[in-house]
DNA sequence: TAAAAATACTCCATAGGTATTTTAT
DNA sequence: ATAAAATACCTATGGAGTATTTTTA
């Protein structure tokens, strides 16, 4: 796809938390996956999107700049979702819409 | 991933066109990859969106509702993308920053 | 019968998990 | 040594393609 809420959030949520292992908790997926998640999208995009050494973490320009473009997306995407629900979380329904039946996911 | 804007411009544009076909050709995507996308996301829902016949397309209720939670976050994302670029489409670089260098694509 | 959606494959990327390794303090 | 990110490996799903079949006005 070409526009992925959830690489967003990803970002935004590490760019809160400056710690993918703290990120990855508040988003409900393993550390492993979060890292995974931003190299994609960096390869995606050919840009350096974090700066990031095991002891510090850092939004590069670049990064900041997506960010702040990214911002009222995120916010509008929330309708969107059931109450509550994060943009970006491993299990649970996807979007929203009445009742969801059973929701598989991803294992 | 949970919310995924490329399906919801694919619900979007199938809305306008009332056309698998002519909406595939608008998205650029060939039409059973649209019909796959929209099944995919009725499954995850677990609830119809469009009531289809091969003479006509119809959204449903919960499609329409879908819908109008959508549509802030679709004119959103917009500035997200490089200038014109659709939400979805199925080639070219995926989302923007400054330069995107190559862009590998899903074949 | 003709046009449109669905199906049936195939291929590759995304995405998540656990276990382990590397790295920097 | 320890804490944090990266890597390696696995599996499942998403998403696109072409070719073909089903459906119905």
Redesign the interface.
């Given at each position: 796809?070409?526009?992925?809420?959830?690489?967003?959030q990803a970002l935004a949520t590490l760019a809160e938390e400056l710690s993918f292992t703290r990120a990855a908790r508040r988003l409900g997926v393993a550390q492993p996956a979060l890292s995974a998640r931003i190299r994609r999208?960096e390869?995606?995009?050919?840009?350096q999107?974090v700066e990031r050494s095991t002891r510090s973490v850092r939004i590069t320009p670049?990064g900041q700049?997506?960010l702040s473009?990214?911002g009222?997306?995120l916010?509008?995407?929330e309708?969107?979702?059931p109450e509550g629900?994060?943009?970006?979380?491993a299990a649970?329904?996807?979007?929203?819409?009445?009742?969801?039946?059973?929701?598989?996911r991803g294992g």
């Open positions: 796809m070409r526009l992925d809420a959830g690489q967003l999208m390869r995606r995009l050919g840009q999107l670049a700049d997506l473009r990214a009222p997306m916010t509008a995407a309708p969107v979702l629900e994060p943009v970006l979380s649970g329904p996807v979007l929203s819409a009445a009742e969801p039946a059973e929701a598989p």
